[in-house]
């Protein structure tokens, strides 16, 4: 069988002078029109060489904009082209709305037009939501137009990373999920997202039909994996919380072949087969023990449920001798009605002296209870 590969030039050599390829633009946004019929993308030029040297303005050739039906894999390219006198923006007024990915390249007046990697993608559809793909070239961060906004503004970036050695039996993926300094790329450390992103972990489908292990996996899975329809109800993401991993479900979109989730905290998260529950599933009360001294550590007990009816979600917390102390809250941490949370204080605001307290929640006509600890 013939293999064909493909390489995206790294370095040129020009009069005996060894150039590297510019660096991608940064800072994509797009903004899909009112009424959707065009979509206006823009961009920060680069200044350096993907080995760190400077790139004059004079360096810079232009802007290759590649519009695609899908992430990956799409069937359908078209390139268009922006000069580089023009202001870094460009407007596709052939949306007609219908959704695009679209990827910036810059690309280099000396020699040949050697360009550089693809940019964030961003798509046109009504949230100008913008993507920051994993190093396995599938999985992703998706965040909304306004959430990427935010992040250009303070210099961060989203960047997700395969993690390979955690991988086997019943883990088809791990990824480490980090938001770096865009200038510095060093992970800003304890970073909570001001809204949900969306991660989205892939998985491979063979010509058959069948659900497969994804290079670099090369053993044989200690378990069987199902067939392309049967993914829908057999994966589920988990996440690491600090003392292990997580259940958090996961919608599982089986036409593009990934799981995704909704959370603002980066980290661990993997992609395991499991069977779907049918009805709501308490999956993890943490932390047990409860520190309420605004530390920022154990500072909230988290209720993190399963909840594939969508059913209302409530829930109370209760002394040793059944005297109601106070509800629990919903937060967005994970996206959506997925989790409850109690900060230690009474439904006065005040906080309870240490001991045992009693957690009733009930998720339609699904109830859960048991005990958490407050430290003081």
Known sequence: MK???????????????AYAVPKPPEKVQGARSASGTSFRITWSSPTLRSDGNLLTPGELGSFKIIRSNALTNG???????????SAAVFT??????????????????????HESEDSTPVSSDINNTAYFMADDGL??????????????????VIS???????EGNRIYKS????????????VRQNYVLSSPATLGIAYSVNGSGQVI????????????????????????VYWDNGAGFVKLGSSVDTANRVATTSSRLPGSYQLRLVSQPLSAQL??????????????INDRVFFLFENPSQASASGSIFDAESSKVADLRTTDLFGGDTVLFWDGTDSNGATVAGGFYIYKVEVGDRKFSGAVAVAR
């Open 283 to 296: 999956n993890a009360v943490y932390p047990r023990t409860l520190t309420p001294n605004s530390d920022g």
């Open 75 to 85: 069937t359908t390219v078209i390139n268009f082209v922006v000069p580089i006198a």
């Open 92 to 113: 596709d007024t052939t949306v007609s709305g219908r959704t695009f990915y679209y990827r910036v390249r810059a690309v280099d007046s000396i020699g040949d037009g």
């Open 213 to 236: 292990a994804s290079a670099p996996q090369s053993l044989s899975p200690a378990v069987s994996y199902p067939d392309a329809a049967g993914a829908k109800f057999s994966f589920s």
């Open 139 to 156: 999985s992703f961060a998706s965040v909304p137009g306004t959430l990427k906004s935010a992040l250009d503004a303070e210099g961060s």
């Open 160 to 166: 997700a990373s395969r993690v390979t050695s955690a």
């Open 3 to 17: 293999k064909i590969f493909l390489f995206m030039v790294s370095a040129f050599i020009v009069s005996g002078h």
């Open 175 to 186: 990824l480490n999920f980090s938001v770096l300094d865009s200038l510095t790329s060093q």
